[in-house]
Every structure is written in structure tokens, then in C-alpha cells.
């Protein structure tokens, strides 16, 4: 959040306030926060190492593992960080299992 200006290759900058008010949901609703599995198991997998993306985390990476390198690249999901494409209900917060879409609806 303090170098929005490369953001991935991107410029992200932000007013202040908007950058103020991100920055205080991230922290609120950050892993070490939270008392869900998969959040325990990410901080875990993450240790000391420095790793800004959940997708190079190891614990990612396993659960992931199964899945087909070319299947990220389909049209209807582009990105790893896509998650939305597979976790249907990711952006209520909740990763469920029966909301896991068939990877096969892709191939
Ligand atoms: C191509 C589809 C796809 C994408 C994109 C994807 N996932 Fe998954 N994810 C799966 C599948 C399928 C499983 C179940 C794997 C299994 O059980 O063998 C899974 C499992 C998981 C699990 C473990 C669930 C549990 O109950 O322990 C987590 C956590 C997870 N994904 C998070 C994410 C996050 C966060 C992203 C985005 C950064 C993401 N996934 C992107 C398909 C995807």
C-alpha cells in the first residue's frame, strides 16, 4: 500500500483518504486477524519468507497442484489470482468446497 505508483507494473496510486481507508480494512480483515482454517494455514505456509502473493504460497501451491498449468490461462479465468472464476463464493469471504466449480466445466 506505501508504493502504489508500481503496483505490479501498474500505477495504483490512490487519494490519501481512499488509501487510508484500504489500508484499515486490509489490516482489519488481514490473515493474523482471523481465527477461519485456511487463514491459519496460509500464515503458516507463509513463515518468515517474503511472499506478497497468496498464489506463491506453499500452502496455495498444494491445494493447486492438481490443476492443470494450461487451465489458468483459459479465457474464463486468464490468472491464478482469479479466483473468482473457481470460488464462486470467494467475495463473501468463504472458500466451501461445494462452491468449488468442476475444473472439467472449463476444459
Ligand atoms: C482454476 C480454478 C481455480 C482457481 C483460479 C483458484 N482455485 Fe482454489 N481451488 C480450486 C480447486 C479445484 C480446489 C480444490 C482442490 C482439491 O480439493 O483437490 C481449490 C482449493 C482451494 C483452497 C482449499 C480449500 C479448503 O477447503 O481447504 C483454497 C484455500 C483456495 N483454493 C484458495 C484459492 C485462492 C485464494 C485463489 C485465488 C488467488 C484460488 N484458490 C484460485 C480451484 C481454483
Redesign the pocket.
Known amino acids: 500500500m506505501s508504493d502504489l505508483e508500481n503496483h505490479f507494473g501498474d500505477d495504483a496510486s490512490l487519494s490519501e483518504e481512499d488509501t487510508k481507508n484500504i489500508l484499515d480494512f486490509l489490516l482489519e480483515n488481514s490473515a493474523e486477524k482471523s481465527t477461519k482454517?485456511?487463514s491459519v494455514?496460509?500464515l503458516n505456509s507463509i513463515g518468515n519468507k517474503d511472499i506478497i502473493?497468496?498464489?506463491q504460497t506453499s500452502?496455495?501451491k498444494k491445494?493447486?497442484?492438481?490443476?492443470p498449468k494450461e487451465?489458468?490461462k483459459?479465457e474464463k479465468?486468464k490468472?491464478?489470482?482469479?479466483?473468482?472464476?473457481?470460488?464462486t463464493d470467494?467475495e463473501k469471504g468463504l472458500?466451501?468446497?461445494d462452491k468449488?466449480?468442476?475444473?472439467s466445466s472449463?476444459m
Open positions: 482454517e485456511v494455514k496460509v502473493a497468496i498464489t500452502f496455495w491445494e493447486h497442484k492438481d490443476i487451465l489458468f483459459n479465468i490468472s491464478k489470482a482469479n479466483c473468482k472464476a473457481c470460488h470467494i472458500i466451501e468446497d468449488i466449480k468442476d475444473i472449463f
